[in-house]
T-cell receptor, first 110, second 117 residues
Framework: KAGVTQTPRYLIKTRGQQVTLSCSPI?????VSWYQQTPGQGLQFLFE???????NKGNFPGRFSGRQFSNSRSEMNVSTLELGDSALYLC?????????FGQGTRLTVV | AQSVTQLDSQVPVFEEAPVELRCNYS??????LFWYVQYPNQGLQLLLK??????LVKGINGFEAEFNKSQTSFHLRKPSVHISDTAEYFC???????????????FGKGTKLTVNP
């Protein structure tokens, strides 16, 4: 069974630009969550989608948004990038309490 | 709200020695508990989880953890570590689905385990 797939693995963007990250969950998993990992703040929950609906949201500004498609694939968008948005963004897919993570997308904002 | 405290940010040990990574959580309702491992430039790999049942949970790579409800702890142990266990370990909690929780995980700050020869 394929795991959680995140694309791209690495990304370099300039301040003020926007970026879209993609996540394909494990087949059959309908819940997809996003996390931001930074050295200073650790792992922080961004949002969770279930059946195309945002079910839970963390404490991030509105520049961070997401969506989920009917095939459970999810995208995360960050607009007006800031230097502090540089981080590893992790996607997780979940089925009945079992949470599996992808390899992450390393975003660097310069 | 739930919170997780990993008491040690760094733990150095020698190869073949036992190790315990400590995790305490705070929650007023039932939770699920997890330990994840992260190798450099990688995502998180699930080591083990406690959902219900036996309080001693066995995971992959010889790790085990014990859920202690009265002490609100979920410490991770391995009787004999290898060089390849060098990584960062994260403890996490999520609300039990019976409490209406979703799949949000709250993580501790992580413990860097370094196994020296």
């Amino acid at each position: 069974k394929a795991g959680v797939t995140q694309t791209p693995r690495y990304l370099i963007k300039t301040r003020g630009q926007q970026v879209t990250l993609s996540c394909s969950p494990i087949s059959g998993h309908r819940s997809v969550s996003w996390y931001q990992q930074t050295p200073g703040q650790g792992l922080q929950f961004l949002f969770e989608y279930f059946s195309e609906t945002q079910r839970n949201k963390g404490n991030f500004p509105g520049r961070f948004s997401g969506r989920q498609f009917s095939n459970s694939r999810s995208e995360m968008n960050v607009s007006t990038l800031e230097l502090g948005d540089s981080a590893l963004y992790l996607c997780a897919s979940t089925l009945t309490g079992r949470v599996f993570f992808g390899q992450g997308t390393r975003l660097t904002v310069v | 709200a739930q919170s997780v405290t990993q008491l040690d940010s760094q733990v150095p040990v020698f190869e073949e020695a036992p190790v315990e990574l400590r995790c305490n959580y705070s929650s007023s309702v039932s939770v699920y508990l997890f330990w994840y491992v992260q190798y450099p430039n990688q995502g998180l790999q699930l080591l083990l989880k406690y959902l219900s049942g036996s309080t001693l949970v066995k995971g992959i790579n010889g790790f085990e953890a014990e859920f202690n409800k009265s002490q609100t702890s979920f410490h991770l142990r391995k009787p004999s570590v290898h060089i390849s266990d060098t990584a960062e370990y994260f403890c996490a909690v999520s609300l039990s689905l019976t409490q209406g929780g979703s799949e949000k995980l709250v993580f501790g700050k992580g413990t860097k385990l370094t196994v020296n020869p």
